[in-house]
């Protein structure tokens, strides 16, 4: 469990956190969102104990990460992949972090593996795209086998093959029982792996929630049906004084519940292929959140 408790962070005259609460438990993924300058970076970095909080506090599993004896088995951490020098091989890279971390170098090779680079291990990382040296800072970042994992925006600069890779490698860590927090601005992906999700805006914790609370289908979401004769569907529909909307291969009908919608299309002796309640997306639960606080501001 990674918790974050009352964290206040002050740079001068500015707040750049205000009393930022949340938890991420074990076992899980933690999306954390927000638009650019909201204070992720910040966050992860206290939480991390690269940063000073101004107030408040940072509790890692039992102890902060500056108190465990085994670092790199507590904490594993993604921030960036710029730092990592461009003229060490990939292999020379993971063999350095396992010697500083104490561990063996055996570990490097089969890291090569997990991340997807062992064809490329002796090559330099300047040769390197950004997908690759994000593929390499996580395998640093997971150098030990740790409980908890932060990562930073990994899936920047990853091709679809790649992010393909980052979901299974995420997804397994989280069901080995792994805490994972991980900042994205990929919506839709993050909406596909996140267990719950954290939003920060201007230093604030604008909303947080099971991510089956973000996409939750609201009461009165239209209903999209295809059927099997799209006109009499329409006339049915409209007879109702239901308002329906044509779309590419079937219609979307406002103000009606699903099992109300069906009975309608049925009693018309119209044939359903498909009926879905629309779900927002966590996108649309994103925008949302965020235009309603700057209505606010
Ligand atoms: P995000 O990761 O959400 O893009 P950051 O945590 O990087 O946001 O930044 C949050 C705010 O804190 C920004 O306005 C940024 O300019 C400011 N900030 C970050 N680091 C410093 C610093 N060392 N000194 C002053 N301001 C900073």
């Known amino acids: 469990m990674i918790r974050i408790d009352d964290v206040t962070k002050r740079y001068g005259d500015s707040t750049v956190l205000d009393r930022v609460s949340f938890e991420a438990p074990d076992g899980a993924i933690t999306g954390f969102v927000g ?7 910040t966050t992860l970095r206290i939480a991390a104990g690269m940063t000073q909080p101004s107030e408040g506090q940072v509790q890692i599993g039992a102890m902060t990460f500056a108190q465990a004896e085994r ?6 951490l993604f921030l960036s992949a710029e730092g990592i020098p461009g003229a060490m091989t990939a292999r020379g890279f993971l063999e350095y972090i396992c010697d ?14 997990e991340v997807g680079l062992a064809e490329v291990a002796n090559k330099k990382v300047k040769s390197f795209s950004l ?12 150098v030990g086998e740790p409980s908890h994992l932060i990562l930073d925006e990994p899936a920047n600069g990853l091709d679809p093959d790649g992010i393909r890779w980052f979901r299974d490698f995420v997804l397994s860590a989280a069901q080995a029982g792994v805490c994972v927090i991980l900042s994205s601005h990929h919506m839709r992906e993050l909406g596909a792996i996140a267990d719950q999700v954290v939003m920060i805006d201007s230093g604030r914790i604008a909303a947080q929630g099971s991510i089956a609370e973000f996409i939750a289908a609201e009461p009165q979401a239209p209903v999209y049906v295809e059927t099997t004769d799209d006109s009499a569907a329409e ?3 409209q007879d109702q004084g239901l308002e329906v909307q044509a779309q590419q291969n079937g219609m979307m009908v406002m103000g009606s519940s699903p099992d109300g ?27 949302s959140v965020l235009q309603t606080r700057d209505t606010r501001h």
């Open 35 to 41: 638009p650019n300058g909201a204070g992720k970076t």
């Open 71 to 76: 670092p790199a088995h507590h904490l594993g």
């Open 100 to 113: 500083t971390q104490g561990l063996r170098r055996t570990r490097a090779q089969r890291l090569l593996h």
């Open 131 to 142: 997908g690759m040296r994000q593929r390499l800072g996580i395998g640093a970042a997971t």
């Open 235 to 237: 006339r049915a529909v």
């Open 261 to 287: 919608l069906a009975a309608v299309l049925v009693g018309a002796g119209v044939g359903l292929t498909h009926l879905t309640r629309q779900r927002s997306s966590l996108e649309d639960t994103y925008f």
